[in-house]
């Protein structure tokens, strides 16, 4: 089980997305030779996205350097051209992609500790019980003990007041150095 949560001492929350990085690089590679053949993919999803994300990373540039451009100053300043925004709309696909299996790796890591938590929870839980179980059979057992205490108690009480009560008990006997009689009666 150790040997599913950690690789040679490495969280999988961390080798899954450096491998799924370097696997993708090949497949950025070849999604960018891609893309240049498709014409629906190259300018309606992968140049307007890398416009887009250009500029806004513009207007933040110039935003947190306090500097103020107007629309048009922007917009000529993000221009890229369609070789370089193919590249970055590329780059963002593949981070992206990156991004979502580290989260999942996290998310899966983060789901195995709960199930290992919960599943001791359960453990402890049950344990707790049959021993919670063995107290209260315990404590059956010394009640037990404690009434057939009582009983034996009261018999040897009866049987003390029937030998007390029998003739002869208490009287010295005369002939001491002889043991006492029986009688047997035979009947025929």
């Known amino acids: 089980m150790k040997l599913v949560k950690m690789v040679l001492g490495i969280p999988l929350s961390k080798l899954i997305p450096e491998i799924f ?3 993708t690089k090949p497949m950025v590679n070849t999604l960018k030779r891609n893309v240049r053949k498709s014409p629906y993919w190259k300018d309606r999803v992968f140049i307007p996205m890398a416009q887009s994300y250009n ?3 513009v207007r933040v540039r110039l935003w947190s ?3 103020h451009r107007n629309k048009e100053q922007v917009e000529k300043s993000a221009r890229l051209s369609d070789e370089a925004a193919l590249e970055l709309g590329a780059e963002i696909v593949a981070n992206s992609a990156t991004f979502i299996v580290g989260l999942l790796a996290i998310i899966m890591q983060q789901s195995i500790v709960a199930a290992t938590e919960k599943k001791k929870e359960k453990e402890e839980q049950l344990e707790t019980k049959r021993i919670e179980e063995n107290l209260i059979d315990l404590r059956r057992q010394v009640l037990d003990i404690g ?5 034996m108690d009261a018999r040897i009480r009866e ?3 029937t030998v007390v009560a029998m003739k002869g008990y208490g009287k010295k006997n005369n002939n ?3 043991p006492p009689t029986v009688s047997l009666s ?3």
């Not at 009434?147 to 009983?151: I, P, V």
């Open 21 to 23: 990085k370097a696997v």
């Open 55 to 57: 500029k806004a990373s």
């Open 65 to 67: 350097q306090g500097i």
């Open 147 to 151: 009434l057939s205490l009582q009983e």
């Open 159 to 161: 049987l003390t007041r």
């Open 176 to 178: 001491s150095n002889q």
């Open 186 to 188: 035979v009947k025929s």
